[in-house]
């Protein structure tokens, strides 16, 4: 017996954190009946459907990296017909992108139906880094480069960097561009950092994920993920 959120994920319908959405909005049926209990547990013997969809646990694992442009969704679909990461990647099987992207922004993003490992690289408790490249208005001061390094409150809750350094100064142009590395996985939070200095962010681009990064890729272009990569993913839990 298993919980409910983690059948779901193991069957790479989805995330955990997603897959606890869908019980809560009433769309998990197990034996056709609707389920919206977060700690119900079933068996290989039940029948689970989500969305309409029947779920099996026999699916083969899929992972992808992906170099993601800019003006690309990161989702499963679009109601208004944009692309969409999972339209980039030529895989019949379903997966799903691990976190998010903006719309705007460009880099390193994992796809997968593999939902346990989806939950260990967003869960908040294992704080795996992302290192993010940020092209932003003005230049920072050696007094805004102290207070960053020192943590900004967003939200209510301070995030501390665990890497800053600047990479180029535009003062032409009134433009730097800083590196920046956080475990924090709220949306818009790297802008939002930036934000509560004063400074809007004209670029963004995630460079790395834990120890994977864009090496060898170009923009739209995505590769699959060695085993040796996978286990070592796993081993961040």
Same mark, same amino acid.
Do not use: W
């Given at each position: 017996?298993?919980?409910?959120?983690?059948?779901?994920?193991?069957?790479?319908?989805?995330?955990?954190?997603?897959?606890?959405?869908?019980?809560?909005?009433?769309?998990?049926?197990?034996?056709?009946?609707?389920?919206?209990?977060?700690?119900?547990?079933?068996?290989?013997?039940?029948?689970?459907?989500?969305?309409?969809?029947?779920?099996?646990?026999?699916?083969?694992?899929?992972?992808?990296?992906?170099?993601?442009?800019?003006?690309?969704?990161?989702?499963?679909?679009?109601?208004?017909?944009?692309?969409?990461?999972?339209?980039?990647?030529?895989?019949? &099987?379903?997966?799903?992108? *691990?976190? @998010? =992207?903006?719309?705007?922004?460009?880099?390193? $993003?994992? !796809?997968?139906?593999? %939902?346990?490992?989806?939950?260990?690289?967003?869960?908040?408790?294992?704080?795996?880094?992302?290192?993010?490249?940020?092209?932003?208005?003005?230049?920072?001061?050696?007094?805004?480069?102290?207070?960053?390094?020192?943590?900004?409150?967003?939200?209510?809750?301070?995030?501390?960097?665990?890497?800053?350094?600047?990479?180029?100064?535009?003062?032409?142009?009134?433009?730097?561009?800083?590196?920046?590395?956080?475990?924090?996985?709220?949306?818009?939070?790297?802008?939002?950092?930036?934000? &509560?200095?004063?400074?809007? *962010?004209? @670029? =963004?681009?995630?460079?790395?994920?834990?120890? $994977?990064? !864009?090496?060898?890729? %170009?923009?739209?272009?995505?590769?699959?993920?060695?085993?040796?990569?996978?286990?070592?993913?796993?081993?961040?839990?």
């Amino acid at each position: 017996m298993e919980r409910l959120q983690k059948y779901i994920a193991n069957s790479g319908h989805c995330s955990r954190r997603k897959a606890e959405e869908l019980i809560a909005k009433g769309k998990v049926k197990v034996n056709n009946q609707v389920i919206k209990e977060m700690g119900f547990k079933v068996d290989g013997n039940d029948q689970v459907e989500v969305e309409g969809k029947q779920l099996t646990q026999n699916q083969v694992k899929k992972y992808y990296l992906l170099y993601k442009p800019q003006g690309v969704i990161t989702s499963v679909s679009d109601d208004k017909g944009r692309t969409t990461v999972v339209d980039l990647i030529n895989e019949n &099987e379903r997966i799903y992108p *691990v976190g @998010r =992207l903006d719309y705007d922004t460009s880099g390193l $993003l994992l !796809l997968t139906n593999d %939902g346990e490992l989806a939950n260990i690289l967003m869960h908040p408790s294992y704080e795996v880094l992302k290192t993010y490249m940020a092209k932003i208005e003005g230049i920072l001061t050696g007094d805004e480069m102290i207070r960053l390094k020192k943590g900004i409150v967003i939200d209510g809750r301070k995030v501390v960097p665990n890497r800053v350094k600047m990479r180029k100064k535009n003062t032409k142009g009134n433009t730097c561009t800083i590196e920046i590395g956080i475990v924090e996985g709220r949306n818009h939070i790297v802008k939002n950092i930036f934000k &509560e200095l004063g400074h809007e *962010v004209i @670029r =963004l681009k995630r460079t790395s994920y834990a120890f $994977l990064t !864009l090496e060898g890729l %170009g923009s739209g272009e995505y590769r699959t993920l060695s085993i040796k990569e996978v286990k070592k993913l796993y081993s961040l839990k």
